[in-house]
């Protein structure tokens, strides 16, 4: 969970440095280039760290575990390396559409690279978690933040190089912690590759393609629309509300680093009784997550005060929605339909999102501007994420215990309605404080009483050293 902290801490104090330097604008750049590239370098990847993922469980011996992970290392390097040459075909045409400047073409090629990075080390990140080698994997993402936002603010503030500063701190972090994870691989994982492993993860990943290529679209459609529609100072305060908002993301998914392995690991053992013991699992990691992101909607205002400078202060709203919205891909992280091997129907879903998310953004961006845009995507991946969730209880069920699910993410429009009555009653800081203090009291209060602490504590322990009878069924 160290990496959270940093996760957490670093973009603010990253933005807050930021937001005194760049403009609206200059945001509304960043954020358009790095909507592309995440876009670009996504259908690049071509699903294939779920394979990776998903295929590491069922190699025991050293030697297929190597040849399973550089076979598909080598084929991700050279889809990314394609993936640089389409970019810079296509650089300055998207410059002109996107940005109205074809000179800043040199920034989607910069962003690209700063998203095909860390997308390759990620295999060598899943590597050291499914391994449990807690301490590295700690120390090569919190090194890489730490190094990229030293770079990032040494690029922008001292070399002034404004925007591509910002995208070339994190790439030189990235390259450095990348050399480092593949030379200790190289050391510890003799190099072997082997057609079957690649093969078999192909198989995995392939039918998930057209569900990386349109979720890659989907996912970074907001600020495109928005940009397209509206303007980049839209785009920026969208960007600095989605910035701030990412630390619940990021905060979920060091959550998700602890819990998956376990639920691959249950998943596969199966049994009388597994959909119920799963959901029991994840309920405290649930309740979790969900604290992070009630803690964010009830103090969006301050947070944002305190994160950047007066102009963002519109983006509060966006905070507040974003965060409800990452809140809710809890369910959607679990791995149901890809254990089920109906990556198939991801795709599909895929495509249902991306329509989805295309027309509740555009209509939201038209009336609303950023918030419009942000209440539309909040909209259509609640929708999208219902069909994803009836279709994954059926394949590969999870029984959630009711009573604390309804507890835990009913908590979340509450927050919302307290954040926006207290702001709007202009009530004294100091009261609006304890409000704010006592609700999340109740919510710490709730979890004890239904036992969350207790089961959460077993759950992480769980995680380090399965009992022995799940091991036995593995």
């Known amino acids: 969970m160290l990496p959270t902290v940093a996760q957490g801490a670093i973009p603010l104090i990253t933005l807050k440095v930021f937001s005194q330097v760049l403009t609206k604008t200059d945001f509304g750049v960043w954020g358009v280039c790095a909507a592309f590239a995440a876009m670009a370098s996504g259908i690049a990847n071509l699903g294939l760290l779920v394979g990776y993922e998903r295929n590491y469980y069922e190699f025991t011996d050293e030697q297929g575990k190597a040849r399973l992970l550089y076979s598909v290392v080598a084929f991700a390097f050279v889809a990314q390396l394609i993936g640089v040459a389409v970019v810079i075909v296509v650089a300055r045409t998207a410059a002109t559409r996107l940005l109205s400047s074809p000179d ?27 391994e449990n080698r807690a301490r590295e994997y700690v120390h090569f993402s919190v090194d890489e933040l730490v190094l990229g936002a030293i770079f990032s603010i040494i690029a922008v503030v ?65 600020r495109l ?25 990021a905060y979920m998914t060091a959550l998700q680093n602890v819990y998956q392995p376990s639920v691959y690991r249950m998943l596969f053992a199966g049994g009388a009784g597994a959909a119920r013991n799963i959901g029991k699992f994840l309920a405290p990691f649930a309740y979790a997550s969900v604290a992070a992101a009630f803690v964010m909607v009830l103090f969006a205002a301050d947070i944002l005060r ?29 791995p149901q339909l890809t254990f089920a091997k109906r990556t198939w129907l991801v795709s599909v879903l895929s495509v249902f999102s991306v329509v989805m998310n295309a027309g509740c953004v555009y209509t939201g961006a038209r009336l609303g501007g950023p918030v419009g845009a942000a209440t539309g995507l909040l909209i259509a991946n609640v929708l999208t994420g219902a069909a994803s969730f009836v279709l994954a209880q059926r394949f590969a069920p999870i029984a959630y215990p009711l009573a604390q699910t309804i507890m835990v993410f009913g908590s979340l429009p509450v927050a919302a309605l307290f954040s926006y009555g207290l702001t709007a009653s202009h009530a004294h800081w100091a009261l609006q404080a304890v409000v ?7 919510y710490v209060v ?14 992480l322990g769980r995680t380090v050293a399965p009992p022995p009878e799940l091991e036995e069924a593995v």
């Open 306 to 334: 305190a994160a950047a400078s007066a102009q963002y202060a519109a983006a509060v709203s966006v905070l507040i929605l974003f965060t409800i919205n990452y809140a809710l891909m809890f369910f959607g992280k679990q």
């Open 436 to 442: 704010k203090i006592g609700l999340v009291a109740v």
């Open 446 to 459: 709730l979890g004890w009483r239904a036992g969350i602490f207790a089961a959460l504590w077993s759950s």
């Open 225 to 249: 629309v928005l940009g397209a529609i509206g303007s980049l100072e839209a785009v920026g305060v969208y960007t600095v509300g989605q910035r701030v908002a990412t630390i619940v993301f």
């Open 104 to 130: 800043q073409s040199h920034l989607f090629v910069l962003a690209y690279a700063t998203a095909a990075v860390p997308s390759m080390k990620a295999y060598f990140l899943v590597l050291l978690r499914n």
């Open 158 to 222: 001292g070399l002034h190089l404004g925007v591509a500063g910002m995208f070339g701190g994190p790439l030189l972090a990235s390259t450095i912690v990348f050399t480092v994870l593949v030379t200790r691989s190289v050391m510890t994982l003799r190099p072997a590759f082997g057609r079957k492993e690649l093969a078999d993860t192909l198989r995995v990943s392939l039918p998930l393609a057209p569900r990386v290529l349109i979720g890659a679209v989907g996912n970074q459609l907001d």
